[in-house]
């Protein structure tokens, strides 16, 4: 009944831009944590941005740090990521994630929700 869905990806050219969205619904997310991850073919899932609902601080990966806008609604259910100057090694499926279930050194590692994915592939 908890859901996360995530839009917004698909194919662009490198220096392009695309806006992922992820809306939750089933219950309430205002203040809880909600997280852009991402996965490279190979690769591990590791986060791109984060926004704390209680704290209402953002966290951007130091790899996506002025080409990447995390916002999130009043209401607190839906996360934005605009994603500017994309470049090929941008390329991997992006997942929404909320509500941490465990913190460890001041860091969210395991998230209760997850989106089904949103494929991004950038061209150069």
């Known amino acids: 009944q908890v859901q996360l869905v995530e839009s917004g990806g698909g194919l662009v050219q490198a220096g392009g831009s695309l806006r992922l969205s992820c809306t939750g619904s089933?219950?309430?997310?205002?203040?809880?944590?909600m997280a852009w991850f991402r996965q490279a073919p190979g690769e591990a899932r590791d986060v791109v941005a984060s926004?704390?609902?209680?704290?209402?601080?953002?966290e951007i990966a130091v790899s996506v740090k002025g080409r990447f806008t995390l916002s999130r609604d009043n209401a607190g259910n839906t996360l934005y990521l605009q994603m500017d100057r994309l470049e090929p090694e941008d390329t991997a499926d992006y997942y929404c994630?909320?509500?941490?279930?465990?913190?460890?050194?001041?860091?969210?590692?395991?998230?209760?929700?997850w989106g089904q994915g949103t494929q991004v592939t950038v061209t150069s």
């Open positions: 994630a909320a509500v941490c279930q465990r913190v460890a050194d001041s860091k969210c590692v395991e998230y209760r929700y």
């Open positions: 926004h704390s609902g209680s704290a209402n601080r953002t």
């Open positions: 089933g219950r309430s997310f205002d203040t809880y944590t």
